[in-house]
């Protein structure tokens, strides 16, 4: 897999599953069950939680692992040059655990010159979420899927467009349904 497509396996997993970057660059290849889409991630505050994915990046992570059974699903492009923690780095190429800090700069190198851009990789999370309330995501949903504990949390991410909501209420209205 070329370097330029390892950074857009990590944005295709944050925007399908609406985690936090700092808990998906935090898996293990050993916490994924790749058969099942999903993965057990440490959430903010320390619970441990489950992530699911959906077809595109199912089908990318297998070709990003390469084969790998252990250690960091993301990691850098060269060897560490400092000493790491062994859990930190692959074992076969001495590659590091890929820092929130590079994966930012990826993501805000390559949205510069899209529209509103340069973008945060905090707003994958936001938009994954607000797009599955404007598809119709109840709450309970929508707080396993982001991980957050409280509605008033989950309320800054889920913002709902004008457009979404008339589309809602048209299909709420019985003159449109007799149609």
Known sequence: M??????????????DSAA????????????????????????????????VWRTATAR???????GRRAGPV??????ARVVLPP???????????????RAAELFEQTTGDCPGGPWTLHQLRHSALTHAAEDGANTSTLLAYSGHTSVASLARY???????????QETRDPATRRR
Request: proline content about 5%; cysteine-free.
């Open 2 to 15: 070329s370097p330029t497509t390892r950074p857009a396996v990590l944005w295709r997993l944050l925007y």
């Open 20 to 51: 936090r970057t700092e808990e998906v660059l935090a898996l293990n290849v050993e916490e994924l069950d790749l058969g099942n889409r999903r993965a057990r991630v440490r959430r903010k505050g320390g619970a441990v939680d489950i992530i």
């Open 60 to 66: 990318l992570l297998p070709r990003l692992l390469a």
């Open 74 to 79: 993301f990691l850098t492009d060269r060897r």
């Open 87 to 101: 859990g930190d780095l692959d074992s076969d190429s001495g590659r590091a655990r890929l820092s929130y800090r």
């Open 158 to 168: 889920a913002r709902v467009s004008p457009e979404a909501l008339a589309r809602w």
